[in-house]
């Protein structure tokens, strides 16, 4: 049996992380993806529950290696997927999901092009200004760079399968709920995790 893999993406200050949070929280049967970082923990951070969080040669060294099914460069840092993990969660039947960028969603596609893809936009960006800013994390100058970073992934939303706007939280929530409930419910899933079933049916 095979599991799906879930591809999220979003400009910074989208509500992306806190919507798969909730996503998870909501449906644990989804094992997300803890991806690879050169840059530093934020405060409350933990290595190995928000990334695994390496030094750069660490990082060269594991590309070298062929280790990630995606990597990029994003804001000065490095970022990268582990390729067997996915592949042993999803061999296992398991439902697997990636916080990723554009970028990085080109190149799992290549690998996996099955791969459903969902991306989460702002309302406006006055809206994801605000966000970022209330954030406190970042400078001025951050946050107009991530701004424009922003407007330049905001381009790339048609490649995916799905767009969530997420004005209201709750009803953003909802929609991607809807997204994974539909996936599951597909014809090629439901054959193969009811072919008993199907057996006795058809």
Excluded at 76 to 96: C, H, Q
Excluded at 144 to 149: E, G, L, N, S
Excluded at 160 to 184: E, K, P, T, W
């Amino acid at each position: 049996m095979i599991g799906h893999l879930y591809i999220v993406a979003a400009p910074s200050g989208a509500g992306k992380t806190t919507l798969v949070r909730m996503l998870l929280e909501r449906d644990p049967a989804i094992r997300v993806s803890i991806s690879c970082t050169t840059r530093a923990p934020r405060p409350g951070e933990e290595d190995g529950r928000e990334y695994h969080f390496v030094d750069v040669p660490d990082f060269v060294e594991r590309v070298s290696r062929g280790e990630f099914l995606e990597w990029a460069e994003v804001h000065g840092n490095y970022y990268g997927t582990s390729k067997r993990w996915i592949e042993a969660e999803m061999i296992a039947g398991r439902d697997v999901l990636l916080e990723i960028d554009w970028q990085g969603a080109q190149q799992v596609r290549k690998a996996f092009p099955e791969a459903i893809g969902v991306f989460i936009l702002p309302p406006s960006l006055v809206t994801l200004k605000e966000r970022l800013s209330g954030r406190g994390t970042d400078s001025a100058e951050v946050i107009a760079r991530r701004i424009a970073a922003a407007r330049d992934e905001m381009r790339h939303v048609d490649e995916f399968d799905y767009v969530i706007i997420n004005d209201d939280l709750q009803q953003a929530l909802g929609n991607l709920l809807s997204v994974v409930s539909a996936s599951r419910l597909q014809y090629s899933t439901q054959r193969q995790r009811h072919s008993a079933l199907f057996a006795t049916l058809l």
